[in-house]
């Protein structure tokens, strides 16, 4: 290879799906493939397939025995002698993660796809690596959270530490990237950061300022939560001068990131307010510490963002045409149907944690309006403010 772009995706990674009408389907990455090509900028990276990862490559940092829960659990004949106590203690008794045949399959793509990534920015075959479909931030060493069962981004970063990295790890999704952070909490030799809204209001209920790590760790995790309705002026004021400045003070030789898009203010599970001005900001702020730090090494990932019928598509299609041609209905993201597999809540921790957010006053009146709106559509699908589990 001789570009410094690839991206890795293919169809196989639609296999990554969580139940008929949960909001994580995998059209979304198809949808963001599609507008890529459509742009042509394709042409200027090299797309490579993604591929399973190996037993060995999930136990990088899940333990033997959750592993190997998952696999039976993926197993219809299996799964039957599984007790509930084994089921809820991994994280399986919620609808966030359902249990499906296809549950370590799928899964074990994104985490082939994402290790795809890596292993073409550590042998060189490209500085700059894509892997859209991964960023599942949630899972943790022994447990499902979030949507998420192994923690590609994780094992990523471990199988980059393991060939002499010295990686950092920003997460930019709107909720807590809890799975990186807990994994990797007493690791001095990886650096994690989080922006993302607080724990107060969103799932996962954690991520505070004086979260920094443990032991041998301490001060190798930053987080900056945000409150509710949070637009792009402040949020862009803490990401240009915090990220940099820790960055260029840990001097990682490769950036990681995971560049979850439900900070936007249309976003149904999520309560910030940022536009889509933000994520060249974004990209280039990462692109160039990427080439300050670490001679141009950059993994990026996907990670969440709901909002499908909202993103920019190919010209000529619709996004319910899109849908249809697809073989999957629009009613995962109707505005007249709150998906009937998920509880009001979403999740057990949303009671936890949660309150209505309150109206930041500097906000000016119109601003206040339009966030008034999208809560009360909210409402109308959710039963209440957005289910904050759903990351």
Known sequence: MSGPVALVYGDALMKHQLS??????????????????????????????????TIAELELVHSPEYVDLVRRLSDPVQRRHVSPQAIDAAGYASADNPISDALHEGTSLVVGASLVAAQ???????????????????AHRERASGFCTYNDAAIACQWLKERGHRVAYVDVDVHHGDGVEDIFQRDPEVLTMSLHESGHWLFPGTGFPQDS?????????????????????????????????????FRPTVLVTQDGCDTHHLDPLAHLAATTQIWPRIGKVFHELAHELCEGRWLALGGGGYAIYQGPRPPGRGPR?????????PQAASADARPKGLSRDGHAAHLEVGQEPPVDPVLGVADVMSVLRRLAANRALFGHGAPSAWS
């Not at 073409?120 to 949630?138: C, E, T, V």
């Not at 995790?221 to 945000?226: T, V």
């Not at 045409?321 to 209905?329: K, P, S």
């Open 20 to 53: 008929d009408e949960h909001p994580l389907q995998p059209i979304r990455v198809k949808l963001a493939v599609d507008l890529i090509r459509s742009t042509g900028l394709i042409e200027h990276s090299h797309l490579l397939p993604p591929r399973a990862a």
């Open 321 to 329: 045409d899109r849908f249809r041609l697809d073989g999957v209905g």
């Open 213 to 249: 790590g443990v032991g041998k760790g301490k001060g190798s995790a930053a987080n900056l939560p945000f409150m509710p309705y949070t637009w792009d002026e402040p949020w862009l004021y803490a990401f240009e001068r915090v990220v940099p400045a820790l960055l260029r003070r």
């Open 120 to 138: 073409a920015i550590q042998g060189g075959a490209a500085l700059h690596a894509f892997s859209p479909s991964g960023g599942l931030h949630h």
